[in-house]
C-alpha cells in the first residue's frame, strides 16, 4: 500500500531559513526526527481508517472536480478536509489576484540564493492564502536539449546550479504550511513523445547528472514528487520500481509521497505500481476523459487480495483552508499578492543577462534624446496578456512560456509603455514600430535616434499546446518572426541598435551579434524589469546564462529525440561540459554575463581537506559528506553585483568532465569597495558515481580549481591535491 499524502505538521510552525548569507544552506525544513515525529503521529489516525478510506486518501477526485487541478477528497471522520493541488512553478494557477513570478529559468540566472529564497517564500505564501496544499512546483529538469519546451520553467544546465534552485525553492515554498511537488521524476526532458518515449540514460550519469536536483529537494524535506510521462529504460517512470523504490526512496532517503502526472500511462503494473513506489494518481482516471483509476477501486481490491500490503504510515494533517482556485467568481476573489510586484522587479532585474555592451551603450546616457523601439515584443498584446490559453501564443511583450506553469497575469507592463513614460521624464523622444514584419517601417522609425531598442523574441511551451507550429518544443534556436532581418534591417540604419532578447533559453545569435552597429544584448528569459529600468541604466546588471549559448545548433550535445528511445549518448557532456570536451567555442558561455562595472579577482587561497582554516563544518542532512573548503578573496572597484563562480577540474582518471561548477556566489560590493568571498567543496563535490561498485568515489589526483566570472574565465586557480 502506498504512502498516504497528509501534510506533516511541523511545516506549519513557520521556517525562515537561516541568516542572510547567500552561500550554500544545510538548513532543511525535514530537520531530523521530523518525519519520525510526523508519522508516529499519523499512525494512529491511519490506523481508524477504512481501506476505502485510505486508497482515497491516494486517489483524485477527478479532473476539474474539485477547486484545483488535483484533489484528493475530505475524510470528515478523523476532520480530514481534504488537499488540493495546484500548478504552478511560476505562480499559482487559474486563479486571479496572484503574482506571476519570474520563470525557474530567471530564478537560476540571478545565481542568487537569496533572491531564489524569497521567491520561493512569496510564492508559497500565495499558495497558502488561495488555500492550496501542495503546490506542484519546483520543476528541476536539466534543460537536456536546448529546444525542449518547458527548459524556462527549470533551473538550467548544470545540476549544481539546479539542485541550488531546488533546494531554496523546496524551502520556501515549505516554509510556511505548504507541500512542494518536485517534478518531473526523472528525465522528462522534451515534450516530443514524452508521453510514448522511453528516456535511457547510464546510472552515472543520472547520478551526476539528473538525479542531483532532487537529491537537494529531498535534503530540503521535500514533501511529494511528481513521477513523469516518459518511460525510463523502457519502464514508465510512474510505475518503476528502480528509480521509485530503488534511487528516490532509498538511495536519496525520501520519506515523503509520489504523486503521478496527470494521466500518465502504464502497462507493466498499473494498480500494483503501489509496490513499485507509487502512492498516489492523479487527477484520478487513468486517462483523460476517463472514469476508471489506476487506484480507486483497483486498489481497495489489491489490498483485500493481498496483493499490496496495508499502508504502514502517514504523516499528521494540519488545517488549512480550501478557497476556490478554479473559479473565483464564487466570492474567493483573495488577493494575495501583497508586495510581491516589489519583489519580482527586483528579481527581474538581477536575471537580466548583459551579454554584448560596446562603445559604453549601457546605460543609456543623457545625451540620448531620441529612441526607437522595434518589433511585437515591444507592445502589449492587443487583446491583453492572458487572452491565449495557458499562454499559448506569442503576441506582444512575452512574459512566461506556455503550458501548465503559466499564470494569469494581473497586469504586465509593456516595454514601449514603460519606456516612453521614462523617457517623458527625462525629455527623451520615443518613436516605435510595433511590427517584425513591416520591416520598411522599422528602418523609418529607427533612422536618425540616438539609440534604436529592437525586441525579438522565442518562445516554447508544453506539448499539450502548439503555438505557430511548434509543438511544445521549438522547432529551432533563432528567433521568432523573422527576428534575425529585424535586426538587421534596424543596424542597417542606426549605428546604437540595442538588441533585447526575451526568450525561453538559448537563441542563436550569429545573423547580427558581430554587427558593428549592435552595441548593446540585454538578455532574458523573461522582460518585465529589463525595459522599464535597465537600459535606461537603474539596474547595475548581475544575471549570468544559467546555458550555453552556441554560434550553431549542431554545437550543443543533445537534441529532442524524435524515435521511441531517446538514448543519452553524450552521458555527462551536457551544455558546457561538451563545449569544454570538444573544445567548441561557444557564442557566450555557461555563467556568462557583463555588467556595467568591472571586477579583479585575487587572493585565492585554498584550504586542505578537513577544515582547517577555522571554518566550522556543516551541519545537518548532507553533512557527512562535506570536509573541504576554498577560500578565495575578491577585490573590485567599482559598484555592482558580481557573481564569482567555482569550477572544478577533476583528474583524467576519473572520466569526468573537464570542468564542472562547484561553487558560485552573489556578492553585492558598493564602489570602490572589496568583499571576501568564500565558497565550500564538500568531499560530494569531489565524488563520482561508480556503477559497478554502485557507490560514490573519490578518485585521487590532483584537481584544478577555477575562479571567475563564466565557464570560461578563469581568472584565478589553484590546484588541490586528493
Ligand atoms: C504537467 C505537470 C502539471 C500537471 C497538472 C502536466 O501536464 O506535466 O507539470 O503539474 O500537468 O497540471
Not at 471522520?77 to 506571476?100: E, K
Not at 578573496?633 to 557573481?643: L, M, R
Request: glycine share 10%.
Amino acid at each position: 500500500m502506498p504512502r498516504l499524502p497528509f501534510l506533516t505538521a511541523y511545516y506549519r510552525r513557520g521556517h525562515h531559513g537561516p541568516a542572510r548569507l547567500n552561500t550554500p544552506r544545510t538548513d532543511s525544513t525535514n530537520p531530523p526526527g521530523k518525519w519520525a515525529a510526523a508519522t508516529n503521529r499519523a499512525k494512529g489516525v491511519v490506523s481508524t481508517l477504512s481501506t476505502e478510506d485510505k486508497v482515497a486518501l491516494a486517489t483524485g477526485i477527478g479532473w476539474q472536480e474539485g477547486p484545483c487541478v488535483g484533489n484528493i477528497a475530505a475524510i470528515p471522520s478523523i476532520n480530514f478536509p481534504g488537499l488540493c493541488l495546484q500548478d504552478g512553478p511560476g505562480g499559482v494557477r487559474f486563479a486571479d489576484l496572484i503574482s506571476v513570478f519570474p520563470a525557474g529559468i530567471n530564478a537560476a540566472a540571478t545565481f542568487n540564493r537569496n533572491l531564489i529564497r524569497d521567491r520561493a517564500l512569496a510564492l508559497g505564501a500565495e499558495f497558502k492564502a488561495k488555500g492550496v496544499n501542495v503546490a506542484l512546483a519546483p520543476g528541476m529538469n536539466m534543460v537536456r536539449s536546448p529546444r525542449a519546451g518547458r527548459n524556462w520553467e527549470m533551473f538550467g544546465t548544470d545540476p549544481y546550479l539546479a539542485g541550488e534552485g531546488s533546494f531554496e525553492t523546496v524551502m520556501g515554498l515549505q516554509a510556511n504550511g505548504l507541500q512542494a511537488c518536485a517534478k518531473h521524476f526523472i528525465n522528462n526532458e522534451q515534450e516530443t513523445n514524452r508521453q510514448s518515449s522511453s528516456s535511457n540514460v547510464d546510472d552515472r550519469t543520472t547520478h551526476e547528472i539528473y538525479l542531483h536536483p532532487f537529491l537537494k529537494a529531498v535534503q530540503a524535506g521535500v514533501v511529494s514528487v511528481m513521477c513523469s510521462y516518459n518511460q525510463v529504460d523502457e519502464t514508465w517512470a510512474c510505475e518503476n520500481d528502480h528509480i521509485l523504490n530503488g534511487l528516490l526512496k532509498t538511495e536519496l532517503g525520501f520519506q515523503g509521497y509520489v504523486t503521478t502526472d496527470w494521466w500518465v500511462n502504464m502497462e507493466k503494473y498499473k494498480t500494483l505500481a503501489a509496490n513499485q513506489g507509487l502512492d498516489m494518481v492523479m487527477p484520478g482516471a487513468s486517462f483523460y476523459g476517463g472514469n476508471v483509476s489506476y487506484f480507486g477501486p483497483a486498489l481497495i481490491d489489491a489490498v483485500n487480495s493481498g496483493q499490496v500490503p496495508a499502508p504502514a504510515w502517514t504523516t499528521w494533517p494540519p488545517e488549512f483552508s480550501q478557497l476556490s482556485i478554479w473559479n473565483p467568481a464564487n466570492g474567493q476573489h483573495v488577493d494575495v499578492r501583497g508586495d510581491h510586484g516589489n519583489l519580482i522587479r527586483k528579481i527581474g532585474a538581477a536575471s537580466t543577462v548583459l551579454l554584448k555592451n560596446s562603445r559604453g551603450a549601457l546605460p543609456l546616457g543623457d545625451g540620448v534624446k531620441s529612441l526607437a523601439l522595434v518589433g511585437s515584443d515591444a507592445g502589449p498584446n492587443p487583446d491583453g496578456p492572458n487572452n491565449c490559453a495557458d499562454r499559448s501564443c506569442n503576441i506582444g511583450i512575452l512574459g512566461i512560456g506556455w503550458g501548465s506553469g503559466t499564470a494569469n497575469f494581473t497586469y504586465l507592463v509593456d516595454p514601449l509603455s514603460a519606456i516612453t513614460a521614462k523617457a517623458r521624464s527625462i525629455g527623451a523622444n520615443v518613436a516605435s514600430s510595433l511590427s517584425d514584419y513591416d520591416l520598411v517601417a522599422a528602418r523609418n522609425a529607427s533612422m536618425g535616434k540616438d539609440a534604436a531598442l529592437v525586441f525579438i523574441t522565442s518562445d516554447s511551451g508544453e506539448g499539450y499546446l502548439t503555438v505557430e507550429g511548434n509543438p511544445g518544443d521549438r522547432n529551432n534556436l533563432y528567433a521568432w518572426h523573422g527576428g534575425d532581418a529585424l535586426v538587421n534591417t534596424v543596424a542597417g540604419v542606426n549605428n546604437n541598435t540595442i538588441v533585447v532578447v526575451h526568450a525561453v533559453g538559448a537563441i542563436i545569435m550569429e545573423a547580427w551579434i558581430d554587427h558593428p552597429n549592435v552595441t548593446a544584448v540585454p538578455s532574458r528569459s523573461r522582460s518585465w524589469e529589463l525595459p522599464r529600468r535597465h537600459p535606461l541604466g537603474d539596474v547595475n546588471p548581475s544575471g549570468r546564462l544559467p546555458y550555453t549559448i552556441a554560434k550553431s545548433p549542431s554545437d550543443y550535445s543533445a537534441d529532442i529525440g524524435t524515435n521511441h528511445d531517446v538514448d543519452y549518448t553524450e552521458g555527462l557532456y551536457l551544455d558546457y561540459r561538451w563545449f569544454d570536451k570538444q573544445n567548441i567555442s561557444p557564442r557566450f558561455p555557461f555563467g556568462y554575463g557583463l555588467s556595467y562595472t568591472t571586477f579583479a579577482y585575487s587572493g585565492l587561497a585554498i584550504n586542505k581537506l578537513g577544515g582547517d582554516d577555522g571554518y566550522e563544518a556543516p551541519t545537518g542532512p548532507g553533512s557527512s559528506l562535506s570536509g573541504c573548503n576554498v577560500r578565495c578573496k575578491q577585490y573590485w572597484p567599482v559598484d555592482g553585483t558580481e557573481i564569482p563562480q567555482l569550477y572544478l577540474a577533476p583528474p583524467d582518471s576519473s572520466n569526468s568532465p573537464p570542468k564542472q561548477l562547484r561553487g558560485f556566489d552573489s556578492v553585492f560590493i558598493p564602489r570602490y569597495a572589496s568583499s571576501p568571498v568564500r565558497m565550500c567543496l564538500s568531499r560530494y563535490s569531489f565524488a563520482v558515481w561508480n556503477a559497478a561498485n554502485q557507490r560514490w568515489e573519490i578518485p585521487r589526483g590532483t584537481y584544478g580549481v577555477w575562479i571567475g566570472a563564466s565557464s570560461r574565465d578563469g581568472k584565478l586557480s589553484g590546484s588541490i591535491e586528493i
